[in-house]
């Protein structure tokens, strides 16, 4: 297994949660990982993305300014922090990582070609 997402949970609305994603060497060594969640009855959908060179980061508009993507590059994990957590963010999140993508396509699902196994986040109201 290359990607092993964690840290999902059940919270309230205004909560906070950190899930984590370790990877492997080489999988760290590509070229863009994001993080991206389904809603139950809902397509796969873009959340944020991080260049493993350089550090520049991408998000969804519905995340931006809630939501900050990092990584650890000694401990080869991938985070995604979240705060101000709302009902509407509820979704099984996966991570991903490309070995080959360009920034124009870092939003679709199809430029990432190893994914974890997802982790569920449910926030009540």
């Known amino acids: 297994v290359q990607l092993q997402a964690s840290g999902g949970g059940v919270v309230q609305a205004g909560d906070s949660l950190r899930l984590s994603c370790a990877t492997s060497?080489?999988?760290?060594?590509?070229?863009?990982m994001a993080w991206f969640r389904q809603a139950p009855g809902k397509e796969r959908d873009f959340v944020a993305a991080?260049?493993?060179?350089?550090?520049?980061?991408y998000y969804a508009d519905s995340v931006k300014g809630r939501f900050t993507i990092s990584r650890d590059n000694a401990k080869n994990t991938l985070y995604l922090q979240m705060n101000s957590l709302k009902p509407e963010d509820t979704a099984v999140y996966y991570c991903?990582?490309?070995?080959?993508?360009?920034?124009?396509?870092?939003?679709?699902?199809?430029?990432?070609?190893?994914w974890g196994q997802g982790t569920q986040v449910t926030v009540s109201s």
């Open positions: 060497d080489r999988t760290f060594s590509g070229r863009f």
């Open positions: 991903a990582a490309s070995r080959s993508a360009i920034l124009s396509s870092i939003r679709n699902e199809w430029a990432y070609d190893i």
């Open positions: 991080i260049r493993t060179i350089g550090s520049n980061t």
